[in-house]
């Protein structure tokens, strides 16, 4: 099977034809369509490596009304992405070989996207003793990064042990990064509009303490740490701050973290509650000039769908979290300056190659080159697109862009050369 992508801008190469074949990249120039092949106009189009998301929650197994490893990937490949990293926190937790190798091999089955699952830390999220990491590592879904994403690993004794042990085989802790005893009762950013509003607050400290921690934990012992999404301004410079020191730290920041401000809780919507909680402006513009500069390593998604009566409810009562994978190219794109603006390299190594050399998956983040695996990403950066929720692949509705008028369209996606969108919609035949 072979597909000719023509006349698509490769990044600081100008414009040429890619012919793939075989799943791989087998020729780059101007090139003509040998007989049989498909031949995808790309005229004006941009051609990145596929996005890879460090951040997914993919609800399969135990939350199927929300999304399943099927729509999930579907949204992932009309978002650009070509592997996504499945968040431990399913039911039952993904905290054993048994559950991880399910959802990789749901995964495959689907055949949207490539899944890696994450391990879970500690057993069942609880924070108290250490799940089977290396079984986790040595089965067949081959994990190498850990988390307890929705909880912090807190005590201090436990993400010691947790890095010693991943470093024996080049894991990776992923931490959500919240002091507990900080953010009890916690809604909203604590600030002035949670003063306003009379909503508990979520203080900026309570990352900006583990992060600082975690830090000092990594460099004592060694081992390479790992943030999920960072959300204040003080945690840059912490971060700032251990990489220039040579620690092991790297960060991501989401998208929506890059654009909103705790300012849209005024409007007590529960689609705009989430963890860690959105922040200020100067937040906001500390994040951005933390990404375009390198000091924020990888934008992940924390797409987190929730079925409509963990929503649609009181902010009290509402689940944290909202989805992402659809919508974070072009918001990537428009914090970065935009797509006349923006530096499109960046846009490459911060949602693709980073990411993909964090999770360890050799098969992605790589520019189009004869032998390379084709995971691409076609991209319109002269369309932009009015988000419309129930015209999204996710199974779930829950989006803050709600009506949003976003720069830059997703036109074709390629797993190992099989298209899994094409002219921007799903294509819905896969193997
Ligand atoms: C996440 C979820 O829904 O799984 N929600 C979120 O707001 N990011 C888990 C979490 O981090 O609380």
């Known amino acids: 099977m072979s597909t000719l992508i023509k006349g698509a801008d490769l990044l600081g190469r100008g414009r040429a034809d890619v012919l793939v074949r075989d799943g791989r990249v087998a020729e780059i120039g101007t ?5 049989g092949a498909e031949t995808v106009d790309a005229d004006g189009l941009i051609l990145l490596p596929g996005l890879v998301d460090l951040h997914t929650h993919l609800r399969e197994p135990g939350r199927e009304d929300a999304e399943t490893v099927l729509t999930g990937t579907q949204a992932a490949a009309k978002g650009g992405y070509t592997a996504v990293c499945a968040m431990a926190n399913s ?15 749901l995964g495959r089955a689907a055949g949207y996207a490539d899944v890696q699952p994450i391990g879970a830390v500690s057993i069942g999220l609880a924070g108290e003793r250490l799940a089977e990491l290396g079984a986790m590592a040595d089965s067949a879904a081959r994990v190498r990064i850990f988390s307890d994403d929705g909880h912090c690993v807190h005590d201090p004794r436990l993400m010691r042990r947790a890095l010693e042990y991943v470093k024996t085989f080049g894991g990776l802790i992923a931490q959500h990064a919240e002091e507990p005893r900080l953010t009890e009762g916690a809604e909203m950013n604590e600030g002035a509009v949670s003063a306003e509003l009379g909503l508990p607050g979520w203080p900026s400290v309570a990352e900006e303490a583990i992060v600082a921690r975690d830090v000092l934990l990594a460099e004592y012992v060694g081992s390479r740490v790992h943030f999920c999404h960072i959300s204040t301004a ?14 092991d730290v790297t960060a991501e920041v989401c998208p929506h973290h890059l654009l909103l401000t705790d300012e849209a809780a005024h409007s007590y919507d529960p689609v705009f509650k989430v963890n860690p909680p959105l922040r200020t ?15 924020v390593d990888a934008v992940a998604t924390d797409h987190a769908p929730h079925a409509p009566q963990d929503k649609d409810c009181e902010w009290a009562a509402a ?10 190219l072009s918001i990537t794109v428009a914090a970065l300056g935009g797509p006349e603006d923006c530096d499109w390299d960046t846009v490459a190594e911060r949602t693709s ?7 360890s998956l050799p098969g992605h983040g790589r520019d189009p080159e004869p032998g390379a695996e084709a995971n691409l990403t076609l991209v319109d950066p002269s369309e932009s697109w009015t988000v419309v929720p129930s015209e999204l692949a996710s199974l ?18 390629f797993l190992r050369g099989r298209a899994t969108v094409l002219d921007g919609k799903l294509v819905e035949e896969t193997e």
């Open 31 to 35: 090139l003509t369509a040998p007989a």
């Open 91 to 105: 039911y039952p937790v993904a905290d054993t070989a048994g559950v991880v190798e399910q959802v990789a091999a």
């Open 234 to 247: 003080r945690t840059v410079e912490i971060i700032r701050e251990a990489k220039a020191r040579g620690v």
């Open 281 to 295: 402006d100067r937040d906001v513009a500390a994040l951005r000039a933390a990404l375009a500069e390198g000091v």
């Open 319 to 328: 689940r944290p979290g909202m989805l992402g994978l659809e919508t974070a």
């Open 353 to 359: 190659r980073a990411p993909a050399r964090i999770a």
């Open 396 to 413: 779930s509705q829950n989006t803050p862009y709600a009506g949003m008028e976003l720069p830059v369209t997703v036109q074709a996606t």
